[in-house]
């Protein structure tokens, strides 16, 4: 597992299974792929397609993302 820090843009190329933590605010965007997305202590999850994105406002989230199906670019950027 990766741990990324969502204070800086970033692009997280991430291959089938691979699982990465993220901690904060952020604006997720799929460039490619398919990205599931959970956050701790939210009984939610998202799916996000290719062209689809997600905004996570708590900066105290602990996030996990993963590929599924393949490989997958996530695109990261701090909420202002």
Same mark, same amino acid.
């Given at each position: 597992?990766?741990?990324?820090?969502?204070?800086?843009?970033?692009? $997280?190329? $991430?291959?089938?299974?691979?699982? @990465?933590?993220?901690?904060?605010?952020?604006?997720?965007? @799929? @460039?490619?792929?398919?990205?599931?997305?959970?956050?701790?202590?939210?009984?939610?999850?998202?799916? $996000?397609?290719?062209?689809?994105? $997600?905004?996570?406002?708590?900066?105290?989230?602990?996030?996990?993302? @993963?590929?599924?199906?393949? !490989?997958?670019?996530?695109?990261?950027? !701090?909420?202002?």
């Amino acid at each position: 597992m990766i741990a990324i820090d969502t204070t800086a843009p970033a692009r $997280l190329q $991430l291959q089938r299974g691979q699982t @990465s933590r993220l901690t904060g605010a952020a604006h997720l965007a @799929s @460039s490619a792929g398919t990205i599931w997305v959970t956050i701790d202590h939210d009984p939610r999850d998202w799916v $996000l397609e290719a062209g689809e994105t $997600l905004d996570v406002a708590d900066g105290a989230a602990e996030l996990m993302v @993963s590929a599924l199906g393949g !490989p997958a670019t996530l695109e990261l950027r !701090p909420l202002p």
